[in-house]
């Protein structure tokens, strides 16, 4: 079935690095992406990984594949309060001949001083 | 490039009412999404059009929701009529062929409030 779950919520001090986790179930899936949503915004794509790599930087974004264990992870390094908001790992998943992303219900990362 | 528009931005309606949501996609994008987003959830995919086809409805209420795109650009989405559990934000969205390496475009969305 499908399914992408991650932690709620997640605290860090401004300049630590946060770490967000997630699972997903549809091993086939091509790309996994991680989003950013700040309150009364739409989904902001941050980031993306092929599934044929282990690991993608991106400036202070590090995405960590594990495709073995079905775990995805993003690293923010230096985080800063302009971070805070809620970011939401999802699978592409392939229904009926076509692609479609599924979403977790999102972490919502807090920066405090 | 202008962004994916949606109108309007909030709507406030009583339980048994009608509404209707507007999405306007990025100009050239042939696929255009609508997601269902109940507060502390993640995105719901209501519906999928390829051009102004259907090819994924499966998570629709199709006894209450409805939706079309017209010539393959705009589409609407409806409710009608409205209970208290649809009230979530309904976010559209649009993706060009191949978009793998870009992802999905969404818009801001319509937050919706069924008292």
């Known amino acids: 079935g499908e399914d992408v779950e991650q932690s709620l919520f997640l605290s860090v001090r401004e300049g630590d690095s946060s770490v967000i986790n997630c699972t997903y179930t549809d091993s086939s899936s091509t790309y996994l992406y991680w989003y950013k949503q700040e309150p009364g915004a739409g989904l902001q794509l941050l980031t993306y990984i092929f599934s044929n790599m282990d690991m993608k930087q991106d400036q202070r974004l590090t995405v960590l594949l594990n495709k073995k264990d079905k775990h995805l992870s993003l690293r923010i390094a230096d985080t800063q309060t302009g971070d805070s908001a809620i970011y939401f790992c999802a699978e592409a998943s392939i229904s009926g001949g076509y692609n479609k992303l599924i979403f977790g219900a999102g972490t919502r990362l807090a920066v405090h001083p | 490039e202008a962004g994916v528009a949606q109108s309007p931005r909030y709507k406030i309606i009583e339980k048994r009412q009608s509404v209707a949501f507007w999405c306007n996609p990025i100009s050239g994008h042939a696929t255009l999404y609508w997601y269902q987003q109940i507060l502390g959830q993640g995105p719901k995919l209501l519906i999928q059009?390829?051009?102004?086809?259907?090819?994924?409805d499966s998570q629709l209420p199709k006894d209450r929701f409805s939706a079309e795109r017209l010539k393959g650009v705009d589409s609407t989405l409806k409710i009608q009529p409205a209970k208290l559990e649809d009230s979530a934000v309904y976010l559209c969205a649009s993706s060009p062929t191949g978009w793998g390496r870009v992802g999905y475009t969404f818009g801001s969305g319509t937050r919706l409030t069924v008292v």
């Open positions: 059009f390829q051009n102004n086809g259907v090819v994924d």
